[in-house]
């Protein structure tokens, strides 16, 4: 079975500051993906970022980048330079190999104070 | 990039009618979608996978004549939400992926379905 954790409910950050949402994960694939999406309170769910577990390099896309610590098994999603929109439900999932559904986390909220 | 559409985006309705809800991918072909509920700050919950030209699979707890699932084209899954009651007041959200198992999902803007 697979599991993701995500231990902080909440964070608050100043704006331009940058903040690390964690998440680890349990998996006995040796082959998986790992993807974090943004909710922002109207709902829709957003993909921001995709780790693969074979992937040597860790993920980046704009201001975003995944800290990928494989022998930890964990995720954990950087936002630099952050701005008031980044105020948002976030959340950490994982897919195992041939699976077709992604397992979330119970996600965090962030709260970016100006 | 991949667009997936979802209508209603809310419904308001009387308790004991069936509402029905559309996912559709606009640009690309998804043999599978799925269903999530999410209750209020909380995760998203997987109700059902909903493969074109064949049952859906249903997570365990959830109710098969409840939530009807159909995909009956490579662009299109509805779930039917039948003779609803207040309990199922929640936000629905459905999902498709295109292509390889390394590509994301990518959501429907969900519909926010209230039952009075």
């Known amino acids: 079975a697979q599991k993701i954790t995500q231990t902080q409910p909440g964070m608050f950050v100043q704006e331009k500051e940058a903040v690390t949402l964690d998440c680890t994960y349990d998996?006995?694939?040796?082959?998986?993906?790992l993807f974090w999406y943004k909710q922002p309170s109207s709902g829709e769910m957003i993909f921001l970022i995709y780790?693969?577990?074979?992937?040597?390099q860790n993920a980046t896309e704009g201001r975003y980048s995944l800290n990928f610590q494989k022998a930890r098994k964990s995720a954990n999603l950087v936002i630099s330079a952050s701005q008031l929109g980044d105020s948002a439900m976030y959340f950490c999932?994982?897919?195992?190999?041939?699976?077709?559904?992604?397992?979330f986390g119970q996600g965090t909220r962030l709260t970016i104070n100006p | 990039g991949a667009v997936v559409s979802q209508h209603p985006s809310r419904v308001i309705c009387k308790s004991g009618t069936s509402v029905k809800i559309e996912c559709r991918s606009l640009?690309?072909?998804?043999?599978?979608m799925f269903w999530y509920r999410q209750f209020p700050k909380q995760s998203l919950m997987l109700m059902a996978t909903?493969?074109?030209?064949?049952?859906?699979?249903?997570e365990q707890g959830v109710e098969k004549d409840k939530f009807l699932i159909n995909h009956a084209s490579l662009t299109l899954s509805t779930l039917t939400v039948t003779s609803a009651h207040p309990e199922d007041s929640s936000f629905y959200i459905c999902?498709?992926?295109?292509?390889?198992?390394?590509?994301?999902?990518?959501f429907g803007d969900g519909t926010r379905l209230s039952i009075l």
């Open positions: 999902s498709a992926r295109e292509g390889q198992v390394n590509q994301p999902q990518h």
């Open positions: 998996t006995s694939d040796q082959s998986y993906g």
């Open positions: 780790q693969g577990s074979y992937d040597e």
């Open positions: 999932a994982m897919r195992g190999r041939g699976a077709q559904k992604l397992v």
């Open positions: 640009d690309f072909q998804a043999t599978t």
């Open positions: 909903s493969n074109e030209g064949s049952k859906a699979t249903y």
